[in-house]
């Protein structure tokens, strides 16, 4: 039973770590660079916007979730007795936790912050900067939550249910 809790912690982190690595590959490869070439005032007014409406439930559960579940599935997994494979969903969630939530927290917020306060009219003197430190830092986190995906669909697809390791 408890293998297959694992399991299953496993499957739910899998498909979290995919529908955000998804989205952000999708701002990454198609937003951003639509967005780098408007102008001062729709750019400022189209990121407030987006900034806007991101902010829901379904996003906030499946972005909270997707930091927070590879953790329960590592620790599942170490309740199993499959400490192996504990180890590599607690490696997946530190480098998720790193490159993907702790840069959000750190890079992304911050200017989504200071973005909110921008007039579309007026904009400071450093929005492209701004803009440009956005997107790059996107695109780690596009890259990071994209290889934490492809690690997680390795694990779930390589699972055995043999008895715990020694």
Do not use: K
């Given at each position: ?22 989205f952000f ?14 102008d001062a ?7 407030q916007w ?117």
């Amino acid at each position: 039973m408890r293998h297959q809790f694992a399991f299953v912690l496993g499957v739910i982190a899998t498909c979290l770590l995919g529908i955000m690595a998804g989205f952000f590959f999708a701002f990454a490869i198609d937003v951003a660079p639509a967005m780098a070439n408007l102008d001062a005032q729709s750019y400022i007014t189209t990121q407030q916007w987006i900034n806007r409406v991101v902010r829901n439930a379904v996003f906030g559960t499946t972005y909270f979730g997707s930091t927070l579940v590879p953790f329960v599935a590592a620790a599942a997994a170490f309740w199993s007795g499959r400490r192996r494979l504990g180890i590599v969903w607690l490696l997946i969630a530190l480098v998720y936790f790193a490159a993907v939530f702790w840069v959000t927290r750190t890079v992304n917020v911050p200017i989504n912050n200071e973005l909110a306060s921008w007039q579309s009219a007026a904009p400071p003197s450093n929005w492209q900067q701004a803009r440009d430190t956005w997107n790059q830092s996107n695109l780690v986190r596009a890259i990071a939550s994209a290889v934490c995906f492809v690690a997680a669909v390795v694990v779930v697809a390589a699972w055995r249910p043999s008895p715990p390791e020694a």
